[in-house]
């Protein structure tokens, strides 16, 4: 009976033993939490059924959706509002998802960049770095503002419009008088000429007046890195008169190694009072047609289209610029090529350059008829 007693004393000692064992063992691998641990492992068991449901994304569509997770959200607030976003369609899944691998503690507060593409697991592990949500803007030369405006709209980065973009850029705005003083941009003009084309890295949180500052910064350091200020002096002109010349050299040159020699024609015209004729500003004026800012004109166009940037219609330059030039059509404006021409002309070719003329009658020489 005794040797019962013993057995089974002993029998309860090694059972406590392997009990405590294990017990410490499960606070070891579960970090000092052994309840949240078992509960996690369990959800990850129920998961393990559903890998299918995991993987499905909304569409393939890739475009770029704001999500905003607001300090103090919960992982339930947040799954609520990835569906209410179309991101996702089963909250339940992504709580689940987010507890069971430990990520509901790991969900940043911030602004990201999210698609109908992705699935849970790639939208959970991406809400968990708020440093993610920065973004390229890419502004192309020969944009006018409202080109600027439109990829604002259409590029689902913004959490502004471009409207909201105009009216810190347009006619009329606020401009920095230190940098309307700089460029000579003349009291109620537009903001026209002075957005940078170049790519950006943008933070999320950006609004109409940084993007506005961020690319008239770019515009001062690039144009003061190439000596612009220098030599528009040296030629008697202003920044905004030398952007102004730029703009349209920018829009007429389909190669940049014709800058200088297209400058040349529109310098050895304006040196002898000869209007521009520059198809471009007829463009400007005319403005959208439903489709793009810079329709093919007509013959008719040169005289319909009353405006004072119509250079068929004014001499000298237009009042300003009609686009954002690059730093080579700028140095092209006050450095152009030394010519006696004074037309030009696209080749037949349809590579894109030009035929240059002296005379209006080498000019029709030149013609594709």
Same mark, same amino acid.
């Given at each position: 009976?005794?040797?019962?007693?013993?057995?089974?004393?002993?029998?309860?000692?090694?059972?406590?033993?392997?009990? /405590?064992?294990?017990? &410490?063992?499960?606070?070891?691998?579960?970090?000092?939490?052994?309840?949240?641990?078992?509960?996690? @492992?369990?959800?990850?068991?129920?998961?393990?059924?559903?890998?299918?449901?995991?993987?499905?994304? *909304?569409?393939?569509?890739?475009?770029?959706?704001?999500?905003? /997770?607001?300090?103090?959200?919960?992982?339930?607030?947040?799954?609520?509002?990835?569906?209410?976003?179309?991101?996702?369609?089963?909250?339940?899944?992504?709580?689940?998802?987010?507890?069971?691998?430990?990520?509901?503690?790991?969900?940043?507060?911030?602004?990201?960049?999210?698609?109908?593409?992705?699935?849970?697991?790639?939208?959970?592990?991406?809400?968990?770095?708020?440093?993610?949500?920065?973004?390229?803007?890419?502004?192309?030369?020969?944009?006018?503002?409202?080109?600027?405006?439109?990829?604002?709209?259409?590029?689902? !980065?913004?959490?502004?419009?471009?409207?909201?973009?105009?009216?810190?850029?347009?006619?009329?705005?606020?401009?920095?008088?230190?940098?309307?003083?700089?460029?000579?941009?003349?009291?109620?003009?537009?903001?026209?000429?002075?957005?940078?084309?170049?790519? !950006?890295?943008?933070?999320?949180?950006?609004?109409?007046?940084?993007?506005?500052?961020?690319?008239?910064?770019?515009?001062?350091?690039?144009?003061?890195?190439?000596?612009?200020?220098?030599?528009?002096?040296?030629?008697?002109?202003?920044?905004?008169?030398?952007?102004?010349?730029?703009?349209?050299?920018?829009?007429?040159?389909?190669?940049?190694?014709?800058?200088? *020699?297209? @400058?040349?024609?529109?310098?050895?015209?304006?040196?002898? &009072?000869?209007?521009?004729?520059?198809?471009?500003?007829?463009?400007?004026?005319?403005?959208?047609? &439903?489709?793009?800012?810079?329709?093919?004109?007509?013959?008719?166009?040169?005289?319909?289209?009353?405006?004072? !940037?119509?250079?068929?219609?004014?001499?000298?330059?237009?009042?300003?610029?009609?686009?954002?030039?690059?730093?080579?059509?700028?140095?092209?404006?006050?450095?152009?090529?030394?010519?006696? !021409?004074?037309?030009?002309?696209?080749?037949?070719?349809?590579?894109?350059? $030009?035929?240059?003329?002296?005379?209006?009658?080498? $000019?029709?020489?030149?013609?594709?008829?």
């Amino acid at each position: 009976m005794r040797r019962t007693i013993q057995l089974a004393a002993l029998l309860l000692l090694a059972l406590i033993l392997i009990g /405590v064992l294990m017990v &410490g063992g499960l606070f070891i691998v579960s970090d000092g939490d052994p309840i949240t641990y078992i509960q996690t @492992s369990i959800i990850r068991f129920s998961l393990a059924g559903r890998e299918d449901e995991l993987s499905v994304t *909304m569409s393939t569509d890739t475009s770029p959706v704001r999500f905003t /997770v607001n300090s103090g959200d919960s992982p339930r607030t947040i799954a609520d509002n990835l569906v209410s976003a179309r991101l996702i369609t089963d909250a339940e899944l992504f709580v689940d998802y987010v507890r069971a691998y430990r990520l509901d503690t790991q969900l940043e507060a911030g602004t990201f960049f999210l698609t109908q593409a992705q699935t849970i697991p790639q939208i959970a592990e991406t809400l968990t770095d708020s440093s993610t949500g920065q973004f390229a803007f890419r502004i192309l030369e020969g944009w006018r503002i409202e080109e600027i405006a439109a990829i604002i709209d259409q590029s689902g !980065y913004f959490g502004f419009s471009g409207a909201d973009f105009l009216r810190v850029v347009g006619i009329g705005a606020v401009i920095d008088p230190a940098f309307a003083q700089w460029a000579g941009i003349p009291t109620g003009a537009s903001l026209e000429g002075f957005l940078f084309p170049d790519t !950006y890295q943008l933070p999320a949180s950006v609004t109409p007046d940084y993007l506005a500052e961020v690319l008239l910064e770019n515009f001062r350091s690039r144009a003061s890195a190439a000596r612009i200020p220098e030599l528009a002096a040296a030629n008697g002109l202003s920044i905004y008169e030398a952007v102004t010349l730029a703009s349209i050299i920018q829009r007429e040159a389909v190669h940049e190694d014709e800058h200088a *020699m297209i @400058s040349s024609v529109y310098r050895n015209r304006l040196a002898i &009072g000869m209007k521009l004729d520059a198809d471009p500003t007829v463009q400007y004026a005319l403005g959208f047609d &439903g489709s793009t800012w810079w329709q093919r004109i007509t013959q008719a166009d040169y005289t319909s289209a009353v405006s004072p !940037y119509n250079t068929y219609l004014n001499t000298g330059l237009p009042p300003g610029p009609i686009a954002s030039p690059g730093i080579s059509a700028i140095q092209a404006a006050l450095q152009p090529a030394v010519s006696d !021409y004074l037309f030009f002309q696209a080749r037949c070719t349809g590579d894109g350059y $030009h035929n240059f003329a002296e005379t209006f009658d080498e $000019h029709l020489a030149n013609s594709c008829f």
